[in-house]
């Protein structure tokens, strides 16, 4: 029983099926609204909840979680939406552990990770990386961790904070040009770091999800999903600019033995450039699932332009999560486009219920976006009325 979502078993149990590409009594959705009676709108709860705040002040998690419940508290997670505490030190932490000084940007709202490194040095800098305590970058993502369990036990879950892909956090090192030109001249010497990388990452991902485990149920990540058991949601943005065969070399096999490591994984397919290697990906039986993100300069993900991209997942036996957040109304239409058992939904947090009745799918007890919304409201409106 949790404090901040009463139906928690129901939506394990869906969560569960979803994952073993099956329904219990409906499809999976997950949404957000505001608690009956709470004043506060969800953009002034957005900005009273920094999800930045751990990576501008690396060791307060206490304040980080004192806020996060204040606003979790006045929340709704409805549907398949469990709570969860995110520790966020940005997308590939891991390169702080190797040793990155994380620098944040409040500009852009994100940590960025760059040491200039010579060739001459990578190698011992990353077998140089001890994973314990007298690493400072480990022992902080172990304490963090373990404070945040031990305060969450089973009132929400503690997500896997984002430690990022293989190459994502050997180009923090290298940086991108030298990165490719080294795959091309020195390729032995790109295998030996991208296997340090992967040997250190695995541990350090065991490690917390251990911590997290001994104290909570489940496993969550950066990508709101919670699971029974260990999963992660893989990614190698890098491989945006690698070509099919560059990536089969470089890319895929880390990407494999990564997902063979865990229970379940979903691959983060970041950017359109990354389509060509779909095809690669949905062959890995290891990988359950795609989440799909163009791009801010394409099509948004709601859109149709995807929907071969999204039944051809769906033909290789995978799942899929979408974020709707541009365009809710869509999110009915999904669903009778695809196969609702490998479909997972997140809408974006809704303050107005009328709004929110006429935009979800009938599966769940709503309008299903059908006919005229200016109609819907008006009737909406009358029968509240009414009822009062």
Known sequence: ???????????????????????VDRPCISYYTLREGEKSSMEELREYFDPWYLAQHWDEIGSNIDDFERTLGKINCEGEAIPRFLPNYGPGIMAAVFGVYPEYNSKSETMWFHRETSLEEIIPLLEGAQINKNNPWYARLIKVTEFAAKRAKTNYCVAMTDLGGVLDILSSFLGPEKLIITMQRQPDLIDTCRAIILEKLLKVYDD????????????SSWMHLWCPKRWYPIQSDFSYMLSPKWFKRFALPDIIAQAEHLDYALYHLDGKNQLVHLDDLLAVSAIHGIQWVPGASEEPKCS????????????????????????????????????????IVTIASFEDTIRLKFVLPKFIGGQGSEGDFKEFRRIMRKQLKEYK
């Not at 901040?4 to 099956?22: G, N, S, T, V, Y």
């Not at 917390?208 to 496993?219: A, F, H, S, V, W």
Request: some cysteine.
């Open 1 to 23: 029983m949790s404090i901040f979502k009463e139906d928690l078993k129901e939506a394990r149990e869906r969560l569960a099926a979803w994952w073993q590409h099956e329904i």
């Open 208 to 219: 917390l999800q251990t911590i997290i485990e001994r104290y909570g149920k489940g496993c």
């Open 304 to 343: 149709d332009k995807w929907m071969p991209v999204y039944k051809k997942i769906q033909d290789a036996g995978k799942n899929i999560f979408i974020d709707f957040f541009e365009n809710p109304r869509a999110v009915s239409h999904f669903y009778n486009q695809l196969d609702p058992k490998g479909l």
